[in-house]
């Protein structure tokens, strides 16, 4: 099994979901016989939301770097970042270090290429909801992206940097969420990106059904971890998968 470096702590709460969902991937691909073989690497988040105010995206990657370098020194074959909002970063480390990244756009790529989803609706944070790069990575691929219109944009950003990235998942969070996802249901997306790591925690379905007109259908709601471990454990196992590309 080939080791895996994760740069994590953004949040440490998505990061212990990392954590557990990998081992029970590796422990069921190898029927109990095996856990994860990994080197985490737990930045403060305190640090990087500092850096981020700042607007120095040189100063932000150099922290990322720092860590990269790290989980690579470490013995580390490959690295990812447990974050949709700074997994923007992976491509620009990969090419200073030398260093494969698993990326978490392919993955959530491949996942709706493979559903055959044309149309897909994207939340998170407020940044992830209205930095026009995060939607092109995916229009790259030809999918349609429809972000939240107000207000449920700034009440989704709000419940991310607010609440979940502390580790609060509040029911009437989950409702003013759920309020969002119906939203998009009614602008014809065939799925929603739970487009931030800790959104997957807070809204426990991955099927959501949307009224239409006198009736109604379902939806996928992709999350992020899911995907995401599902590609790097299939990197551990696979020696010829390709994983890093953006």
């Not at 860590?67 to 580390?76: N, P, T, Y």
């Given at each position: 099994m080939?080791?895996?470096?994760?740069?994590g702590?953004?949040?440490?709460?998505?990061?212990?979901?990392?954590?557990?969902?990998?081992?029970?991937?590796?422990e069921?691909?190898?029927?109990?016989?095996?856990?994860?073989?990994?080197?985490?690497?737990?930045?403060?988040?305190?640090?990087?939301l500092?850096?981020?105010?700042?607007?120095s995206?040189e100063?932000?990657?150099?922290?990322?770097?720092?860590?990269?370098?790290?989980?690579k020194?470490?013995?580390?074959?490959?690295?990812?970042?447990?974050?949709?909002?700074?997994?923007?970063?992976?491509?620009?480390?990969?090419?200073?270090?030398?260093?494969?990244?698993?990326?978490l756009?392919?993955a959530?790529?491949?996942?709706l290429i493979?559903?055959n989803?044309?149309?897909?609706?994207?939340?998170?944070?407020?940044h992830?909801m209205?930095?026009?790069?995060?939607?092109?990575?995916?229009e790259?691929?030809?999918?349609?992206?429809?972000r939240p219109?107000?207000?449920?944009?700034?009440?989704?950003?709000?419940?991310?940097?607010?609440?979940?990235?502390?580790?609060?998942?509040?029911?009437?969070s989950?409702?003013r969420?759920?309020?969002c996802?119906?939203h998009l249901?009614?602008r014809?997306?065939?799925?929603?990106?739970?487009?931030c790591?800790?959104l997957?925690?807070?809204i426990?379905e991955?099927?959501?059904?949307?009224?239409?007109?006198?009736?109604?259908?379902?939806?996928?709601?992709?999350?992020?971890?899911?995907?995401?471990v599902?590609?790097?454990i299939?990197?551990?196992?696979?020696?010829?998968?390709?994983s890093?590309?953006?």
């Amino acid at each position: 099994m080939r080791r895996l470096g994760i740069i994590g702590g953004v949040s440490w709460h998505s990061t212990l979901a990392y954590y557990a969902s990998l081992n029970s991937g590796v422990e069921k691909a190898t029927k109990g016989r095996n856990c994860v073989s990994l080197v985490l690497s737990s930045m403060n988040l305190g640090e990087i939301l500092r850096g981020q105010k700042k607007k120095s995206h040189e100063a932000l990657l150099d922290l990322f770097v720092q860590e990269g370098r790290r989980l690579k020194s470490a013995g580390c074959d490959a690295f990812l970042i447990a974050s949709h909002t700074y997994s923007m970063l992976g491509s620009a480390i990969e090419k200073e270090l030398d260093f494969q990244h698993i990326s978490l756009f392919s993955a959530v790529e491949r996942h709706l290429i493979q559903s055959n989803v044309n149309r897909m609706g994207l939340i998170g944070s407020l940044h992830t909801m209205t930095d026009d790069s995060f939607a092109e990575l995916y229009e790259c691929s030809g999918l349609t992206v429809v972000r939240p219109e107000e207000p449920h944009l700034n009440r989704v950003a709000g419940i991310v940097f607010r609440e979940l990235i502390r580790g609060l998942f509040r029911t009437e969070s989950r409702h003013r969420v759920r309020d969002c996802l119906n939203h998009l249901g009614s602008r014809g997306v065939d799925a929603i990106v739970l487009g931030c790591t800790e959104l997957g925690l807070l809204i426990p379905e991955r099927e959501w059904v949307v009224p239409c007109g006198a009736g109604e259908r379902k939806i996928s709601l992709i999350d992020l971890i899911e995907v995401h471990v599902e590609q790097a454990i299939r990197w551990m196992f696979e020696p010829n998968q390709d994983s890093h590309t953006e």
